[in-house]
């Protein structure tokens, strides 16, 4: 296996935005916004709406927006959320909206409507970038699970860095599985969901990672020519609660590794539900992650609830 290294959302606390305690129908909410970046030409920046999170809830909410009106190279994305925040993520829509549209996305069903655009927070080589070309439509996912006792008002931003189209030598894009099929009992037994994937043209991988949330037990994805032949890209033997928002991540920067057109990718989770309730999507996920090479198309591949 390569060197692994952890990427992570950054979480910032805010102070708390107290209503008139002699009123009782002030409710008193905990004010987590992140404020905006000052301006920077190296970056493009987008910040979500307001939208408050009610304790208890977990939700997903998808911001439609256009990209620049000239094509840009982007090789980072920088992201910002309070706490309670689980992740930021720049995906593409299936069928675009229009610009300014704030939708609830949190439901198992609304995770086939979009491909993932930019990761967070994860780096690809020098010389990489991936091409947005202009007013391409966008969307800014952010995940919020409140487990607080107070409404929380919420706002993040996300900083998607440039490049000059003559610094880019190679062009990269995201790939990513998901699987919404798994249905976890409360009664600690081990859990196991394993799907394969198609890859339908040939690829170089760059990075490869992996996403569950506490309950995970461990993980694994395997590549290979045919679902006989598998090689192991990616493992973690003993998930932990601390890679929900920074998973361990698989580079191959150096040695991007040549996966053929009709290869098999299998994703593969575990878990163990110790709590009071069963648990779904999306308050457990089975995800695998990565940047490829080789070409713009983007590669994702999601299993549906049953």
Avoid at 46 to 69: D, N, W, Y
Wanted: proline content about 8%; glycine content about 6%; aromatic content about 8%.
């Amino acid at each position: 296996m390569g060197r692994m290294k952890k990427f992570a959302w950054t979480l910032v606390v805010w102070p708390l935005a107290c209503g008139n305690e002699s009123d009782p129908t002030m409710v008193e909410v905990r004010d987590v916004r992140v404020p905006g970046p000052a301006p920077d030409p190296a970056y493009y920046d987008v910040i979500a709406p307001e939208l408050t999170i009610q304790p208890g809830e977990e939700k997903m909410a998808c911001f439609h927006l256009a990209s620049p009106a000239e094509e840009i190279a982007i090789d980072f994305l920088d992201t910002e959320q309070g706490p309670f925040g689980h992740h930021v993520v720049m995906l593409s829509p299936k069928e675009p909206q229009p610009d300014g549209t704030l939708e609830d996305c949190t439901d198992a069903a609304d995770m086939s409507k979009y491909r993932t655009l930019i990761l967070p927070e994860t780096e690809i080589p020098d010389g990489y970038a991936v091409r947005v070309p202009p007013r391409t439509p966008m969307v800014f996912q952010f995940h919020y699970v409140n487990t607080g006792l107070k409404p929380l008002l919420v706002r993040d931003y996300a900083r998607l860095h440039k490049i000059p189209m003559a610094d880019v030598t190679n062009w990269a894009t995201t790939m990513g599985t998901t699987s919404a099929r798994f249905r976890l009992p409360a009664d600690g037994s081990e859990v196991i969901e394993s799907f394969d994937c198609v890859i339908p043209h040939d690829i170089d991988v760059l990075v490869l990672g992996g996403h569950m949330h506490e309950h995970g037990a461990w993980m694994k994805i395997e590549m290979g020519n045919d679902a006989e032949n598998l090689e192991l890209m990616y493992n973690v033997e003993k998930w932990v609660a601390d890679y929900r928002d920074a998973p361990p991540v698989e580079l191959f920067l150096t040695n991007p590794r040549r996966v053929a057109a009709g290869s098999i990718l299998r994703t593969t989770c575990a878990w163990k539900n110790l709590g009071d309730k069963e648990l779904a999507y999306p308050e457990e996920m089975c995800a695998a992650f990565g940047y490829t090479a080789g070409s713009e198309d983007q590669i994702q591949c999601e299993v549906s609830a049953e």
